[in-house]
């Protein structure tokens, strides 16, 4: 009862309180109420935790665990190439790198660095953390790079060149938000664009996807797919495969339902004959294929 009464007279304390959603002021997650709520829920959890007689031992394994230089360095395949992207108590945001086929299987493996976050955080300024790459086929050369301040869902994606292991002058750049770029052509990304609030869904994630051509304003480019504001997110991105390459669109209506569009050259689309429940896996051969 006295857990009651208290959870009652925090909610009565907290900012923009209200009858029917008690919590709502906690969606705007970067004000500083918000902010200052979950520092103090943490402080409280964290002192409840380091309490137990356990929890230093806890601790210390997973440390351990997590800095051990002989955990598997797990790794995506591409262009005659290992990726990996690895943490431990010197690289404590990561260094994204790559190794070739006979370095990876060795005892010791040698691996080129491509992009350290930490000399990066440090250099611009940023509290960066590392959410992925995406890079063209068949070379794999150019990627696009996400970067998370503070590791929110919003990410700034710019494009790096793999072979002098630096982002490009003026390349393909998309401002932070919840967007994401896809490779259509060396010259051309799918973008999920969700740098406008006014035009996201009532999710907050992308509702329009853009066509955009190097040297472009992401803002002017060529809409090609627009969804419903009550839709979860609309998305492009191609799938490439020795016959071709896909270029798709999907319109998520829910968590768990979908519809899924071939982008035709002419800007046309054709819907993928699948149930919206339907886990579509990809292209072989000419051939979609979903379970």
């Not at 002192?47 to 598997?72: G, V």
């Not at 611009?124 to 086929?137: H, M, T």
Request: aromatic letters at 14%; a positive charge; proline letters at 5%.
């Amino acid at each position: 009862m006295k857990k009651i009464f208290a959870l009652l007279g925090l909610l009565a304390a907290s900012p923009a309180f209200s009858a029917d959603d008690p919590y709502l002021w906690l969606e705007e997650v970067q004000s500083p109420a918000a902010l200052d709520w979950v520092r103090a829920r943490n402080a409280q959890t964290l002192d409840l935790l380091e309490k137990q007689p356990q929890y230093k031992s806890f601790y210390k394994t997973a440390l351990d665990l997590s800095n051990d230089k002989d955990r598997i360095p797990y790794a995506s395949f591409r262009g005659g190439y290992f990726y990996n992207f690895w943490q431990d108590e010197k690289h404590v945001r990561g260094m994204w790198r790559r190794a070739t086929q006979a370095e990876y299987l060795a005892k010791n493996p040698r691996w080129e660095t491509l992009l350290d976050v930490d000399a990066l955080a440090k250099k611009e300024k940023e509290n960066w953390v590392y959410k992925g790459a995406d890079c063209l086929p068949p070379d794999y050369d150019r990627c696009l790079v996400s970067l998370s301040r503070g590791g929110k869902d919003a990410v700034v994606t710019r494009e790096f060149d793999v072979p002098s292991r630096s982002f490009v002058k003026g390349g393909f750049f998309i401002p932070e938000s919840k967007s994401d770029g896809a490779w259509l052509d060396r010259d051309t990304l799918l973008v999920s664009d969700a740098t406008d609030p006014v035009l996201n869904t009532d999710s907050g994630y992308p509702r329009i996807v853009r066509r955009l051509k190097r040297g472009g304003e992401l803002a002017k480019s060529e809409i090609v797919f627009t969804g419903e504001k009550t839709d979860v997110s609309a998305r492009g991105f191609a799938i490439f495969r020795p016959e071709g390459s896909y270029p798709l669109l999907t319109r998520a209506k829910s968590f768990f339902e979908a519809e899924i569009y071939l982008l035709k050259p002419d800007g046309s689309r054709s819907k993928l004959r699948f149930p919206d429940d339907a886990s579509f896996s990809g292209f072989f051969r000419g051939y979609a294929l979903a379970s």
